[in-house]
């Protein structure tokens, strides 16, 4: 569920951006955005990869503190795929750079660099292994000492070591904050293993069971765009008020960070996309996707080619249609999110990037594959959650959302 070995686009945590302070004193990590791509698999390729990933993962998973003391701010960096973190592991501690995901909740090392073990390091004798869909790991499962920015040293964090992966060229392997439920399985001493947001909650380095997530739409294939507050928000990348809705019940989504959302055209009321439905919110997926019969809906009413480019896996759209073309709007909760028309296309000046031709405008929505009723019906993934603020309540089982400055932003 991650790039194959034939394609890389990744995002590479920035170290050097200066902390932002926000309230409880957290601690700040920037997102910088780097674009490397490879090979002839397109984005879509990957994605629906990753998606097969996920319900092949729920066939076979069998799911059977004091007040802490501040919020902690990591920069992020967003490259177009993939958001990767600098990790710090051991003491004196290596920093290795990781794919930030809340698709999945192992954290693991040694798909590039080697571990380096210190004093801190301590093998658990149990092995580890993983299934991404396009990549896998595995290996020894460790603890050791964890590093995040320069505030956030997590002990007796599970750290799994590979000897084995495939599909992360580029990256050093995860940092998995989805729920812990998606470790049931992946150790051979069995139980889970807790998240790095589980830990730090629990040994009071936070002050709240949750991690907020700010990623910014961008133009370049190298920008530092983004951030993870762990314990709390970061009021200066949302506007108004972050509205919170439930965990959906509804499976395969309900295992993942999963809601119930509908989807319009035109306006909140406007032409029905996707009637209120399950799916999830991914950091590891780059587009944007929904339910084929839905699809075929957005992509009518839109005026869009009813077949994606070959060379880019997208749907396009002609110009005199995307002069005409209107907002979507994503209906969770009590509240409604506009995803305007420039949000709906991929970013033109990066249209060769992808392989793509330079007048083109591509579409960044589109086919998860089977229609709607399967537990899994729309993906919201990077392209969605570069214009909006995103909470994962860990504690409370709720997902929340906020417009940022870029909900409205007309960089594409």
Same mark, same amino acid.
């Given at each position: ?12 945590? @920035? ?8 309230? +409880? ?9 780097k674009l490397n791509l490879k090979g002839e698999a397109t984005i879509a390729d990957i994605d629906r990869a990753r998606v097969q990933g996920f319900r092949?993962?729920?066939? &076979? ?5 004091? @007040?802490?003391? &501040? ?25 290795? #750079? ?11 090392? $040694? ?88 830990? @730090?909650?629990?040994? $009071? ?18 920008? &530092? ?45 406007? =032409? ?12 590891? =997926?780059?587009?944007?996707?929904? &339910? ?16 994606? #480019? ?56 589109? +086919? ?26 860990? $504690? ?10 870029? =909900?409205?932003?007309? =960089?594409?």
């Amino acid at each position: 569920m991650f790039p194959a070995v034939s394609l890389l686009l990744l995002c590479v945590l @920035a170290v050097t951006a200066k902390p932002v302070v926000v309230r +409880d004193s957290p601690i700040t990590l920037p997102i910088v955005r780097k674009l490397n791509l490879k090979g002839e698999a397109t984005i879509a390729d990957i994605d629906r990869a990753r998606v097969q990933g996920f319900r092949d993962r729920s066939i &076979a998973t069998v799911h059977g503190a004091s @007040a802490a003391a &501040a919020v902690l701010n990591v920069p992020v960096t967003n490259g177009l795929v993939q958001y990767t973190a600098s990790v710090g592991v051991g003491s004196p501690a290596t920093n290795y #750079d990781l794919i930030v995901d809340t698709g999945s909740s192992n954290t693991w090392i $040694g798909a590039g660099q080697s571990y380096k073990k210190t004093s801190t390091s301590k093998s658990t004798g149990s092995s580890v292994s993983v299934e991404y869909g396009s990549g896998s790991f595995s290996g020894t499962e460790y603890t050791d000492t964890v590093t995040l920015g320069s505030g956030l040293t997590i002990t007796g964090q599970g750290i799994g070591v590979a000897s084995r992966s495939e599909g992360f060229e580029g990256v050093d392997g995860i940092l998995g904050i989805g729920p812990v439920d998606l470790t049931e399985g992946t150790v051979s001493r069995g139980g889970t293993v807790p998240t790095v947001t589980d830990n @730090a909650f629990s040994q $009071g380095l936070i002050s709240a069971h949750e991690v907020g997530i700010s990623f910014e739409p961008t133009t370049s294939d190298t920008s &530092a765009n983004g951030e993870l507050t762990f314990g709390g928000t970061d009021s200066s990348k949302f506007t108004g008020s972050i509205s919170f809705t439930p965990i959906t019940g509804t499976s395969p989504a309900s295992e993942y960070v999963g809601i119930d959302q509908s989807i319009t055209y035109g306006s909140s009321s406007g =032409t029905s996309v996707l009637t209120s439905t399950a799916g999830i919110v991914d950091t590891g =997926t780059t587009l944007l996707y929904i &339910a084929t019969d839905a699809l075929q809906r957005y992509l009518k009413a839109v005026g869009a080619s009813s077949e994606p #480019d070959e060379e880019t896996g997208l749907y396009t759209i002609s110009s005199a249609n995307f002069a005409k073309l209107e907002s979507l709007f994503f209906n969770i909760g009590s509240e409604s999110f506009e995803f305007t028309a420039n949000a709906q296309i991929w970013p033109r000046s990066l249209n060769s990037a992808i392989g793509g031709t330079s007048k083109n405008i591509y579409l960044v929505v589109n +086919d998860i594959g089977s229609d709607t009723g399967s537990g899994l019906d729309f993906i919201n993934g990077l392209v969605w959650l570069e214009r909006f603020y995103f909470v994962f309540n860990v $504690g409370a089982s709720e997902v929340g959302f906020a417009t940022t400055s870029f =909900t409205h932003a007309t =960089t594409n």
